[in-house]
């Protein structure tokens, strides 16, 4: 079974249930011709992917191990945890740039985590906040998408969805593209006026002789 369970049903990554459960249903009907052996190894394979992926869109994020056992990292969550804490303190930018500028933030194998973490947190205040007066600003939001590069996590919009995600990151979500019918040529229905009249005048001039 491949190791990414996206692959395996051959979907991108995406927080749209009725995809992913379509994705699955689909792979599964695609097993109808094989042996009995094979099609059972395949559904499991397959079932196991699927309950990985929805269990992803739910579950709370967890950083790796070799993140959990560095000291640093755990340094930089409790400094998340108590900037939270602190209603005064996460209201300002300064306070947000003191964390980023947190030693564990310039070692390259803890980036992706340490701004998943900051994500999965402030999200999750976000949740709990009675009132807006409670909430981290959009200003601090605006500095933590530039500076943790949430734009670029197209992993965080799979896991929390598009509304949550571009809500945190304080973009718009993308509309539909627009896509205009076709315009028939005017040029060549004018063209065919022209000749059809032509050809009434001279049915009427040949009635007339």
């Known amino acids: 079974m491949s190791t990414d369970p996206w692959n395996e049903l051959e979907l991108a990554p995406t927080s749209d249930k009725q995809a992913i459960e379509a994705a699955y249903q689909q792979k599964l009907e695609n097993l ?4 009995d052996d094979i099609r059972a190894e395949r559904e499991s394979a397959l079932h196991a992917a699927y309950q990985s992926i929805i269990n992803s869109l739910v579950a709370p994020f967890t950083p790796s191990d070799d993140s959990l056992a560095n000291p640093l990292f755990n340094e930089f969550r409790d400094e998340l945890t108590e ?3 602190n209603a005064h303190r996460h209201t300002q930018v300064s306070s947000w740039q003191l964390l980023v500028d947190h030693p564990a933030c310039e070692v390259v194998s803890l980036r992706n985590d340490l701004a998943a973490l900051v994500f999965d947190n402030v999200l999750n205040h976000q949740k709990t906040c009675q ?9 601090v939001l605006v500095f933590l998408t530039e500076q943790l590069e949430w734009t670029t996590r197209e992993d965080l919009k799979a896991r929390y969805g598009e509304g949550f995600y571009y809500r945190m990151t304080q973009q718009d979500i993308p509309q539909p593209e627009f896509v205009p019918e076709p315009i028939a040529d005017t040029g060549n229905l004018a063209n065919i006026f022209i000749g059809l009249t032509i050809i009434c005048a001279i049915g009427l001039l040949m009635i007339s002789v």
């Not at 109808?32 to 042996?35: H, Y």
């Not at 009132?131 to 200003?139: F, G, R, T």
Request: net charge negative; hydrophobic share 25%; aromatic share 0%.
């Open 83 to 85: 900037l939270l804490g």
């Open 32 to 35: 109808s011709t094989e042996s």
């Open 131 to 139: 009132n807006d007066k409670e909430m981290v600003s959009s200003e």
